[in-house]
């Protein structure tokens, strides 16, 4: 299979594609005003205690308070906070332990972010924080060596547990990443040297803070994704930003030098994701309907905890009878369920129903070929059998926003009943398209057309971005509000003819 890694750096979001055999399988935008924290270490402050849940409520500095429940403090917390080299090592606890004997009102607490807030939750939290290095993940609070399961061969296995064990400090954990695969020891002490380094790093943090401050952040986006998924597995890493195309080389040659053959620069005026196709992608991974190369289509209903997916022959008929038209008709779905729940960053339950068959061999081929679908998911959906009815259920683990929560909001012109693009989103949109529109025509002056809340963004929270725009090719750019336009119009018109002008491809 060829990946690549697609890396987009803009003034005001960052987005990174990760592709398949061409196919857009990954997304991860993340926006400037809107940071992620998943990973983060914080020294926070029980606000409340409530042994009806076992939890406990901390502040760490977020608009919500973060979630903790017992089973992710450690134990001998209070005498763990004054240790350094000499470690008292925890395990988790068993649910009976009361959250009231563990942890008071007002008490400091170090946690790191497992979980990011969504939707009306806030930030799921624990006291096991663990650090993610290139090739191993250093657990400071647990006692255990493991290695990832998708490292195969027993012989490699048992190496890379020999090495970790020795080289992790004495009381602590350590996880050994699928990239370590074929390293050796060098590469492995360096990581672990860092890792340590950066932990001793936190708890002086920890001594000298006042709650709630944040203790370490996680790398940003970009090294963050070429941490974890830059391996030897991907063919190409393409970036259209100089700055970080240099801070991937710098990261690659101290960590990964056989990588850095691989990263390859953007040139040329054309917009990177517009070159190849996955701003069309994009949009359409918001849509409920997803067309099949058959002629059939899946229907796509999310919430924020439970998803349903429908499969349906919809124009395609097939060349022999009703069953073989219906069994073709889910194995084409299966793959493209698997693809579209990873895109989508679907979580919780979701149900699948697909068509019924006849035939049990044939459904638990069905079940099959989506199993197998789903293992390069790096979040291990579980998958039910297929009941009589023909359905699917699906567990999945989601630890940021869906892609339907990142990009869009509930729509006001239906009370909340639909989704439309925020207006962020749109206003990312005009920035895109003014790219792609540039590149084409040679209009000096352009008046951009669009509802007041966009024109707003446009000349307040991302003038820096069309002003960047309008640097880069040195052309005159007007923005006007128009109150009767849906919220997603936009419309570009000529400054000098008001011809109205279109973005191809779009």
């Known amino acids: 299979m060829n990946r690549e890694l697609i890396i987009n750096v803009g003034s005001k979001e ?17 926006r400037a005003e809107s940071r992620h924290c998943l990973g983060n270490v914080y020294k926070g402050r029980v ?28 134990d001998g917390l209070a005498r763990y906070e004054d240790q350094l080299e000499e470690r008292i090592v925890p395990s988790r606890r068993l649910r009976s332990d009361s959250i009231a004997k563990v942890l008071k009102q007002g008490q400091d607490v170090m946690v790191q972010v497992t979980k990011e ?86 708890r002086r943090r920890m001594r000298s803070a006042t709650a709630p401050a944040a203790l370490h952040e996680d790398s940003g986006p970009v090294l963050r994704v070429v941490r974890d998924l830059f391996t030897t597995q991907v063919d190409r890493l393409l970036v259209d930003s100089e ?92 793959k493209e369920i698997a693809r579209q729940v990873r895109l989508r960053d679907m979580g919780g ?15 638990a081929e069905v079940i ?11 979040s291990k959906p579980t998958v039910s059998e297929l009941t009589e009815l023909g359905l699917v259920e699906m567990t999945r683990k989601r630890v940021r926003h869906s892609l339907m929560t990142m990009l869009s909001e509930p729509c006001p012109y239906c009370e909340g009943a639909g989704r439309t693009s925020s207006d962020v989103t749109v206003s990312m949109e005009v920035l895109h398209k003014l790219d792609s529109l540039f590149c084409r025509v040679r ?48 419309r570009f018109r000529s400054g000098n003819t008001q011809k109205v002008l279109k973005v191809p491809g779009w």
């Open 243 to 334: 700055v970080e195309y240099s801070r991937i080389l710098n990261f690659c040659e101290s960590l990964a030098p056989a990588l850095k053959r691989r990263v390859k620069l953007h040139h040329g005026k054309r917009p990177l994701f517009d070159k190849l196709g996955l701003e069309q992608e994009i949009a359409k991974a918001l849509r409920r309907k997803v067309w099949l190369k058959s002629g059939g289509y899946i229907v796509i209903e999310q919430t924020e905890a439970f998803g349903v997916i429908d499969v349906n022959t919809g124009k395609f008929t097939g060349k022999k009878n009703l069953e073989e038209t219906v069994f073709k008709t889910n194995l084409e779905a299966a």
């Open 47 to 74: 606000e409340t205690v409530v042994p009806g849940i076992q939890a406990a409520f901390v502040d760490i500095g977020m608009a919500k308070n973060g979630f903790l429940y017992v089973t992710d403090v450690t």
């Open 443 to 490: 209009e000096k002056s352009v008046i951009v057309e669009v509802h007041p809340r966009v024109a707003e963004r446009l000349q307040g929270p991302d003038s820096d971005g069309l002003e960047e725009v309008k640097r880069k090719f040195k052309r005159e750019v007007s923005i006007e509000g128009k109150p009767d336009f849906h919220i997603e119009k936009v």
């Open 14 to 30: 960052v987005r990174i594609a990760l592709l398949e055999d061409r196919k857009l399988a990954e997304l991860v935008i993340e």
């Open 368 to 378: 099959r070929v989506l199993t197998e679908a789903l293992k390069d998911d790096r």
């Open 117 to 202: 807030a969504i939707g009306t939750k806030g930030t799921r939290l624990t006291t096991f924080v663990s650090l993610p290095g290139r090739f191993l993940v250093l657990m400071p609070n647990v006692a255990h060596v493991g290695v990832s399961r998708k490292i195969e061969g027993e012989s490699e296995r048992a190496r890379l547990k020999r090495l970790a064990t020795k080289l992790k400090p004495r009381g602590m954990g350590v996880i050994v990443r699928t990239a370590a695969k074929d390293v050796g020891k060098k590469e492995l002490k360096a990581d672990m040297e860092f890792l340590v380094k950066q932990w001793r790093a936190i």
């Open 349 to 363: 339950i979701i149900v699948v129903d697909f068509i019924d068959m006849e035939s049990p061999k044939r459904g």
